[in-house]
């Protein structure tokens, strides 16, 4: 089974401020790793994805994230925060064998971005 | 290309109703997963269907609750008795070949149990 740990739920940083918000994960196979945004009331957009290769993955909006195998992480970063980055942010796995498969989620971390 | 449609945005039902949720997966895109989101939690994963076959319903609650994706038309979630403990948003994605690539998002219907 897959899990995928988010802690805490909220996160606050000023505009201009670095951003990282963590994800652990469990997997018995080799992960694909997401991370999505929800804005208000909004469904939910992919960021970026994981796959295969090079372990940092660069996605939309100047965000990135980097696969650590050995630390089973793959956290979320941003080097500077901006208003429009407040929202809600889910880290998902996918085995990638392709059968049967489907994305496990976290819980959820919410960023708010202070002026 | 349009993305994935949900409709109804936002359905209000009485206990005891019926609640039929629907998704249009994107052009060319055979594989229909539901999601529900409840307050303060993640999204849970409920049902992965292809056309006229349901591959994986373990999220799925096992009475009331229902999915289909008939050869044509939408994909339906139907809630059957809807009590205030269902009160969600549904979400519903679609991808070409399985998640282990993208999926992509409906914006969900949000179903209030009155």
């Known amino acids: 089974a897959q899990s995928v740990t988010q802690l805490g739920s909220h996160v606050s940083v000023s505009e201009g401020a670095l951003v990282l918000l963590r994800c652990n994960y469990s997997?018995?196979?080799?992960?694909?790793l997401f991370w999505y945004v929800q804005y208000p009331n909004q469904g939910l957009q992919l960021l970026l994805k994981y796959t295969t290769g090079a372990t940092l993955v660069k996605g939309i909006n100047g965000f990135e994230a980097e696969f650590k195998k050995s630390e089973t992480s793959f956290h979320l970063t941003k080097p500077s925060a901006h208003m429009s980055d407040a929202a809600e942010y889910f880290c998902a796995v996918s085995d990638y064998t392709g059968a049967n498969s489907k994305l496990t989620f976290g819980k959820g971390i919410t960023l708010s971005v202070r002026p | 290309n349009a993305g994935v449609m949900q409709n109804p945005r936002h359905l209000v039902r009485r206990r005891g109703q019926e609640a039929r949720l629907r998704c249009s997966p994107m052009?060319?895109?055979?594989?229909v997963y539901w999601y529900r989101q409840l307050p303060e939690e993640g999204l849970k994963f409920m049902v992965y269907l292809q056309k006229e076959n349901i591959i994986d319903e373990s999220g799925m609650p096992k009475e009331r609750f229902s999915a289909e994706f008939p050869k044509e038309g939408p994909s339906i979630l139907r809630i059957q008795q809807v009590v205030r403990g269902d009160s969600a948003a549904y979400f519903c994605a679609s991808s070409p070949s399985g998640m282990n690539t993208e999926a992509f998002f409906g914006q969900g219907t949000r179903l209030t149990v009155v």
């Open positions: 052009k060319g895109h055979s594989h």
């Open positions: 997997s018995s196979v080799p992960p694909y």
